[in-house]
């Protein structure tokens, strides 16, 4: 990031969301100056979370490759193709959409506060520290309230994909 933005090749800016000139651009030109301005801190976001997200998939494809089932469907005959998109794919997914909504939410949350700071942009990330350092509990309540409704949303995604992606798990036959 440093070297996009910084004083290396000084391709984007570093802070803020607009340039200083922004009310006199048309609105194609505000829209460009807009997405120049958070090129930087979207790939910051993105290369954080796909980090976190690539070991949490290599870790769950490892695990899975060395069960039994694995070695029984090649001892049958099935290509190494077949292994691995028929059998291990899907079970590893499993785990990855289980942890993806916590590894999301820990990923936007936590880095959102870092990156706005870096940044120098003004979010929710940033809103909520400052509520806390002030003691400003009407707004960590907000701020607390969409984090979690984002949660749940994304907890019901992943439910749904579950199902989805394996459908012979069904929530509906539970025990209560």
Do not use: C
């Not at 029984?72 to 590893?92: C, E, I, M, W």
């Not at 785990?95 to 942009?121: D, M």
């Not at 701020?143 to 199902?163: E, F, N, P, Q, R």
């Amino acid at each position: 990031m440093l070297f996009a933005g910084g004083s290396y090749f000084d391709l984007f800016p570093l802070r803020g969301l607009t340039s200083p000139y922004f009310d006199e651009l048309s609105i194609w030109g505000k829209i460009g100056d807009y997405f120049w301005h958070i090129t930087l801190p979207v790939v910051a976001a993105a290369i954080g979370g796909f980090a976190t997200l690539t070991m949490l998939t290599k870790n769950s494809f490892l695990d899975e490759i060395h069960k039994q089932y694995v070695l029984t469907a090649r001892a049958k005959g099935a290509s190494d193709r077949q292994v691995l998109y028929g059998h291990v794919f899907r079970n590893a997914m499993l785990i990855i959409i289980a942890g993806l909504p916590t590894a999301l939410i820990s990923i936007f949350f936590t880095g959102s506060l870092l990156i706005e700071v870096i940044f120098s942009l003004d979010g929710l990330g940033l809103l909520g520290f400052e509520a806390v350092m002030q003691r400003d509990y009407p707004v960590i309540f907000g701020t607390l309230y969409l984090y979690t409704l984002i949660g749940l949303i994304l907890k019901l995604v992943s439910d749904l994909t579950y199902v989805w992606v394996d459908p012979r798990i069904d929530f509906e036959t539970r025990g209560a």
